[in-house]
């Protein structure tokens, strides 16, 4: 595959936030200049901020998928993972949808490749959880919720309702808070319908061996989110970890026994393994660039994202965490820096100002530090759907109708069936294959 008309090719792999946000701004400042080629196993970039509300059945999983030639208008997307890259030939291969090995040849290289699902040696966690990375991972997780609610209406054994009642969220940060706060709110409803449970029946775990939820971020933040979780009954467990999975349920550090039928995984994440295969500098797995996004001794070849370890120029000393703001922003920078490469601006280094934090805790509660500002309930909710309609590029106006449609009627509580228990094992999401696309972690 070559350039056409002889124009140098621009090469980026993932379309999460850093690469989406990488090919949109690069088809503006470049135009007509260079081939810009976007490889990513989806034809689509997934707004990871909202995939809670997808799984909680707030909105419809399109909402949240923005496709990819729509979206990079002048930008040539082709669908395929990348299995190897060539540094000395400038070459990149890639598998096809139809596992057909194609290479792809490059004068600039943009590696946004994103983070896979975090897999610890836990005993039964890769059999027996299911992450939350992906929109197939979204749409399993409301089927089985719905279906747990429903088989525990059906059996007539009191211990198997309760198990089927039970459910356990490992991890508080940023994801598992949102994850166990709209899944509550979900099954509580389910329930109610369902004359053999009832929402009294409903038991839902947050565990993490930090000693707060939303370890990560501003403890103001913390105390709001635990505050809103504990009112409605979440039994929140800090400094407590996972000892043993199982069918029957999961063993807690203490020795305490959870008999349940669902354990969701929302540790964390972890580079994608494509860069270890590099023989590149890596720090904490991460790609190591200089201020410029740009990779040591290959001045062709860039990176950002949850994949590249980023110098924080606010912190010295640091590199910066893996969110989704850090991504978009490094994206929109990488690409001014590409363009420059080719004679079109300056270079520039990446700086970032912390524009806050925000966190959807289900319902009307929400807590949200908008340039430092502290907000919970109703005023943090309409930050954190307002700030989520600005950063989102597409399907705007179906969100909002969404959002307006859940407050004015209920939910439509169907399974639809459409994917498989074994394909969202952690054992399958842990591996890059299973996991579509850049997905930087969506935090802000």
């Keep these: 595959m070559t350039g056409p008309r002889g124009r140098r090719r621009v090469v980026i792999i993932g379309a999460g936030f850093a690469g989406f946000h990488a090919a949109w701004r690069l088809s503006r400042l470049a135009r007509g200049a260079v081939e810009i080629v976007l490889v990513n196993p989806t034809d689509y970039f997934l707004y990871l901020p909202l ?53 792809l040849n490059y004068d600039r290289l943009v590696l946004t490749v994103g983070s896979v699902n975090k897999l610890l040696p836990i005993p039964g966690i890769a059999e027996h959880a299911h992450g939350f990375r992906s929109m197939a991972e979204a749409l399993y997780l409301r089927d089985h919720l719905l279906r747990q609610i429903e088989l525990a209406n059906a059996t007539d054994d009191a211990d198997e309702r309760a198990a089927r009642c039970t459910f356990v969220v490992v991890g508080a940060g940023y994801t598992g808070t949102e994850v166990a706060a709209n899944g509550q709110l979900l099954t509580r409803d389910a329930a109610d319908r369902c004359p053999g449970v009832g929402g009294r029946l409903i038991r839902w775990f947050l565990v993490d061996v930090a000693p707060r939820v939303l370890p990560g971020l501003d403890s103001q933040l913390s105390v709001t989110a635990h505050r809103v979780l504990a009112a409605r009954g979440m039994e929140i467990r800090t400094e407590t970890t996972v000892e043993e999975a199982s069918h029957q349920g999961v063993r807690l550090s203490g020795g305490e026994f959870v008999p349940t039928r669902s354990l969701i995984w929302c ?33 062709e070849v860039h990176a950002c994202g949850d994949a590249a370890a980023v110098p924080d120029l606010t912190r010295p000393g640091e590199i910066t965490p893996m969110t989704a703001q850090h991504a978009q922003r490094q994206g929109k920078c990488v690409a001014h820096n590409v363009a420059a490469s080719f004679g079109r601006g300056r270079r520039r280094p990446y700086k ?41 590029p597409a399907n705007r106006v179906r969100i909002a109708s969404d959002w307006l449609l859940d407050a004015v009627l209920s939910r439509q509580m169907v399974q639809l069936g459409l994917i498989p228990g074994a394909a969202v094992r952690l054992a399958a999401t842990a591996d890059r294959s299973a996991v579509p696309g850049s997905a930087d972690r969506a935090a802000g």
Excluded: M
Excluded at 90 to 103: C, G, I, K, N, S
Excluded at 269 to 295: A, H, N, Q
Excluded at 377 to 387: D, E, F, I, L, S
């Design 352 to 392: 970032h100002r912390d524009l806050g934090f925000v966190v959807d805790l289900g319902g009307a509660q929400a807590a949200a530090n908008p340039l430092g500002i502290p907000l919970s309930g109703v005023p943090a909710k309409v930050v954190t759907r307002g700030y989520h309609l600005l950063a989102i």
């Design 267 to 299: 540790v964390g994440v972890r580079p994608d393994p494509l860069i270890e295969g590099l023989g590149l500098p890596t720090l904490k797995g991460r790609l190591v660039v200089d201020e410029y996004l740009t990779v040591p001794g290959h001045p």
């Design 51 to 103: 995939l809670p509300e997808v799984a909680a059945g707030i909105l419809e999983p399109r909402r949240v998928a923005v496709p990819l030639t729509a979206g990079c208008p002048g930008v040539r997307y082709v669908p395929g993972t990348v299995s190897d890259i060539d540094l000395a030939a400038r070459q990149v291969a890639f598998l096809d949808p139809e596992d057909a090995h194609r290479t």
